[in-house]
């Protein structure tokens, strides 16, 4: 019974520090995500500029959300990062 009490006293005391990191990595991972679909749609409208979606879609193949995880890797490891932290 004692040791049940001193486990909950000591989650009780790391719960904060948990919710902070937590917090933290999700905020990092957003600001990541966002600076990534910012500088990808800078890309892409400088290589869409005069050309209809036909064309553009031929030349360069389908865009998913894949492809823009695929080229910002750091978005991926942040993400892992936070799980393993909380």
Do not use: C, H, R, W
Request: proline share 2%; net charge negative; glycine share 8%.
């Amino acid at each position: 019974m004692k040791f049940l009490t001193l486990l909950e006293i000591e989650l009780k005391k790391i719960m904060p520090i948990l919710y902070v990191l937590f917090g933290g990595g999700l905020a990092l991972m957003t600001g990541l995500f966002f600076k990534a679909v910012k500088d990808f749609n800078e890309e892409f409208m400088i290589k869409a500029a005069g050309q209809s979606v036909e064309a553009f879609v031929a030349e360069n193949g389908v865009i998913t959300l894949g492809t823009l995880i695929d080229q910002n890797p750091m978005i991926v490891f942040v993400l892992i990062l936070i799980a393993l932290l909380a």
